[in-house]
């Protein structure tokens, strides 16, 4: 029953965990839509998305600072 109940407990952990980078990953799709489809240029996006975030929001706009160097944006 123990071993239940612990095992229960990571899962929940886990499940959390997994929902918050989803939200991030979300979050920087929408970010590259949104530069795509009212034709921002990155680096506008990027600084008024990145400034007074959340440390998932700052960990989505460097995703999408590293997509930019790269070229994919």
Do not use: N
């Amino acid at each position: 029953m123990r071993e239940a109940a612990e095992r229960r407990q990571q899962l929940e952990l886990e499940h959390e965990q997994a929902l918050a980078v989803l939200s991030a990953k979300q979050q920087e799709i929408d970010l590259l839509q949104k530069v795509r489809d009212q034709g921002f240029q990155p680096h506008q996006i990027l600084w008024s998305s990145c400034t007074g975030q959340s440390v998932e929001d700052l960990a989505s706009c460097l995703s999408f600072w590293y997509l930019f160097k790269q070229g994919f944006c």
